[in-house]
């Protein structure tokens, strides 16, 4: 059983950034991978990044290429989104999962969800 915990949402003005921690309690083997998405009110669930445990490749939306980051710190057993010059449209509540099976952009795809933390940027 994996349990994981968001932290570092908040508000922001257009521009800024912000960095968001996933952190994981109980093994994360390397066929694991660590996945961002992200829900604003009214819509569905979106795809942000993810990290392949095992051989760190990583994946991106097109939406926040160039602008976001993910990392991860395995010592620690947690995992990081870096945002910057973040754009009102980037608000919502952001979700850290987990996939035993490794790497997709599609939700249904992930064993494990964190609560959540809201990010809002305003303009």
């Known amino acids: 059983q994996v349990q994981l915990v968001e932290s570092g949402g908040g508000s922001v003005q257009a521009g800024g950034s912000l960095r968001l921690s996933c952190a994981a309690s109980?093994?994360?083997?390397?066929?694991?991978?660590m996945g961002w998405f992200r829900q604003a009110p009214g819509k569905e669930r979106e795809f942000v990044a993810a990290l392949r445990w095992g051989d760190g490749y990583i994946y991106y939306a097109d939406s926040v290429k160039g602008r976001f980051t993910i990392s991860r710190d395995n010592a620690k057993n947690t995992v990081y989104l870096h945002m910057n010059s973040l754009k009102p449209e980037d608000t919502a509540v952001y979700y850290c999962a987990a996939a035993r099976g490794g790497l997709s952009t599609n939700s249904g795809y992930y064993d494990y969800w964190g609560r959540g933390t809201q990010v809002t940027v305003s303009s």
């Open positions: 109980g093994r994360i083997s390397s066929s694991y991978a």
